[in-house]
């Protein structure tokens, strides 16, 4: 809820005295509990939300880059006016989409989902992040940004697993396996027309930035190929020739964590009802897996 007004527009609820918040006035995509409390990364705004440990709004802080306000068309300003003329540099629901907390400085660092926009079209291969003080509850203006590796479009999460290094999901758009794609130019029940071809959780690190501030790609794991010898995941899937693999051909993973033990864990949106991916004609269920991934946890 958000009983004492701190955000500053207006709510589908605004009628009520609590003022409680539905996904129509903030799309929360990642959070982090600190300081007694939790930062939530919105989407809309993009913007950064104070919540209590009681759950009740402390703030929102509208995402800065350069020095300036960015603004996506899902802005609550924005959904208000009837003008549509702006040149966004964020696009639709391409706002933050991971939150980390940089061990050692205490900063948050909001990543974007997809590169900015500008009005020669945009920074096509880099996503950038952008580091919050939560003690001064301000932007502090320094950033970093990370290279998308090749046919990769978005960064579905992020961490810190020290003060330099960071892991990050990137992905292409597609959904299915590529044993099943459809011919070219065709497509029906019995393939998937736009399979997932790119699916990875990168390792950088950010103390080694390069003239265009983007950090070092240290290693990756590539998710649509996971060695599974033992049979682990029993699941129904429809792909062809996997046997003694593993693959999460899924439109949109969106939740990491170095689960201890040189363990990865990762967690699927399944946009209920909008993603099948596992099978042709089931609609995705929740997944989350455990990965053993010592090796590349540790790599500098």
Known sequence: PDPHRRLPFAIAWEGTAARHLTGADVDPESVQRLCGGFWI?????????????????????????????????????????????RAFRVGRSRGFEGLGVQPGSGLLW???????????????DFVRLIAFDPAARAWTGAEARLRLGPGAAALGDLQFLDRDRVIFIERDWGEGHPSLACPEGE????????????????????????AEGVARRVGWIDLMD?????????????????????????????????????RLMISVDNNLPGSAGRRLTYVDQSETVLIEAAEFLSAR
């Open 110 to 124: 909001a990543a974007f989902e997809a590169p900015l926009l500008d009005p020669e079209g945009g920074e096509e």
């Open 187 to 210: 497509a029906s029940d019995d393939c998937f027309p736009d399979p997932a071809r790119v699916k990875r959780v990168v390792l950088a690190d950010l103390s080694t930035l390069d």
């Open 41 to 85: 990364g919105d989407e809309f705004g993009p913007a950064l939300v104070r919540v209590s440990a009681a759950g009740e709004v402390e703030g929102w802080w509208p995402a800065e880059v350069e020095g300036a306000p960015v603004r996506s068309p899902d802005h609550p300003a924005e959904r208000a006016s009837a003008a549509r003329t």
């Open 226 to 262: 996971i060695a599974d010898p033992a049979g682990a995941a029993r699941l129904d899937t429809d792909a062809r020739g996997i046997e003694g693999r593993f693959a999460m051909p899924f439109t949109t993973i969106e939740g990491l964590r170095a689960a201890g033990e040189g």
